[in-house]
């Protein structure tokens, strides 16, 4: 397993050492020693998350406003363009995102703390993400950024407007936000 820093230094992607032969593969997605070591935290998983979607779709910016979760993400099936916006106010990167494919082939995780908004879009005809969480979700606390705020810029390489939830059709501008 590897870990390489995104330009956020915060965010990192892992990689697992995947062993692969003609009857197929095997690898190690969650090893608490070594995340410990390529990230320099014990996390403490409580929950896991499971979503299948369809092309298109696009989930976020989430985050808990108290509760706050890190989050492990990775795609068993399909693929997604993974965003993280860093919406802690005295962070240098603040207002910055990250976009990261993740997908059942590259089997890459993205390592998610604390403080950042969460989102991806469905590149392929469906993607099933799990995603691991170090805080349980409560609804009350939950928050959206806008998908498409201008202040983020962000480009979701989606060639059709987003399905979205009403919640997410709701979200606030990077602005208007309750942020960390």
Avoid at 97 to 119: C, D, Q, T, Y
Wanted: proline share 4%; charged share 25%; aromatic share 12%.
């Amino acid at each position: 397993m590897k870990a390489t820093r995104t330009a956020i230094p915060d965010l990192l992607i892992i990689e697992p050492k995947v062993f692969g032969d003609e009857r197929g593969f095997f690898f190690e997605s969650f090893n608490r020693r070594k995340f410990a070591e390529l990230t320099g935290r014990d996390a403490d998983f409580v929950q896991d998350n499971h979503s299948r979607s369809a092309k298109n779709v696009l989930r976020g910016l989430h985050y808990q406003i108290q509760h706050p979760q890190a989050k492990l993400v990775r795609v068993v099936q399909g693929a997604v363009l993974d965003v993280v916006v860093d919406i802690r106010r005295n962070s240098p990167s603040f207002g910055q995102h990250v976009a990261v494919e993740l997908s059942a082939e590259n089997k890459r995780m993205l390592w998610i703390p604390e403080g950042f908004a969460h989102g991806f879009a469905v590149l392929s005809d469906t993607a099933e993400c799990l995603y691991k969480t170090t805080d349980y979700w409560y609804p009350e606390h939950e928050r959206c950024i806008r998908w498409d705020d201008p202040a983020l810029a962000i480009y979701w390489q989606l060639q059709v407007a987003p399905a979205l939830s009403g919640k997410d059709a709701q979200g606030k501008s990077l602005a208007e936000a309750e942020l960390f």
